[in-house]
T-cell receptor, first 114, second 117 residues
């Protein structure tokens, strides 16, 4: 079975400052990795995904993430946040073969302070 | 708007009542998923369909829960004899088989928020 740990439940950060949201996963098989964002009263929107290849993945809205297999991590970063980035962010994994279900972490609430 | 739609958006019911939610996936998306999200938690997988076939079910899907996708298009999720612990956001997602997006990204609907009193 896969599991995902998001190490911070809440992250406050000042506008235009950099941010890193941490995600560690556990799996005995190869996985695909995802970051989703959820704005209040909305569904989840995909920010970026890692399937294979380059370990640095760029996504929408200026976000990027780096896959580190040895540390089983997939941390999300943005060099300069905006007020509009205030939302909840979820890291998720899926087996690379045999199942399509996503396993999510508990989420990190990013609050951008003006 | 051609995204995943869910109906109703909110449902308040009394314990013991039955409720049914509907999900309309993006047109021509073969796979459809149901997840449940409780307060302070990430979404948890419930079940998934490929066309009309229900191919995976989580242990979270107790006997009181049943999902259908009779014609391979929209899906319904029914909860019988609701309990207060069923209070949650029920999310639906869909994706195509193959194609440029492949089967990697799941497109989520806005969810149905269930409150059981």
């Amino acid at each position: 079975a896969q599991s995902v740990t998001q190490l911070d439940s809440q992250v406050p950060v000042f506008e235009e400052a950099p941010v890193e949201l941490r995600c560690n996963y556990s799996s005995s098989v190869s996985v695909y990795l995802f970051w989703y964002v959820q704005y209040p009263n909305q569904g989840l929107q995909l920010l970026l995904k890692y399937l294979s290849g380059s370990t640095l993945v760029k996504g929408i809205n200026g976000f990027e993430a780096e896959f580190n297999k040895s540390q089983t991590s997939f941390h999300l970063r943005k060099p300069s946040v905006h007020i509009s980035d205030t939302a909840e962010y979820f890291c998720a994994v899926r087996k690379a073969a045999g199942s399509y279900q996503l396993t999510f972490g508990k989420g990190t609430k990013l609050s951008v302070i003006p | 708007d051609t995204g995943v739609s869910q109906d109703p958006r909110h449902k308040i019911t009394k314990r013991g009542q039955n409720v049914t939610f509907r999900c309309d996936p993006i047109s021509e998306h073969n796979r459809l998923y149901w997840y449940r999200q409780t307060l302070g938690q990430g979404p948890e997988f419930l079940t998934y369909f490929q066309n009309e076939a229900q191919l995976e079910k989580s242990r979270l899907l107790s006997d009181r829960f049943s999902a259908e996708r009779p014609k391979g298009s929209f899906s319904t999720l029914e909860i019988q004899r609701t309990e207060q612990g069923d209070s949650a956001m029920y999310l639906c997602a869909s994706n195509p088989v193959g194609g440029r997006a492949g089967d990697y990204e799941q497109f989520f609907g806005p969810g149905t928020r269930l409150t059981v009193l």
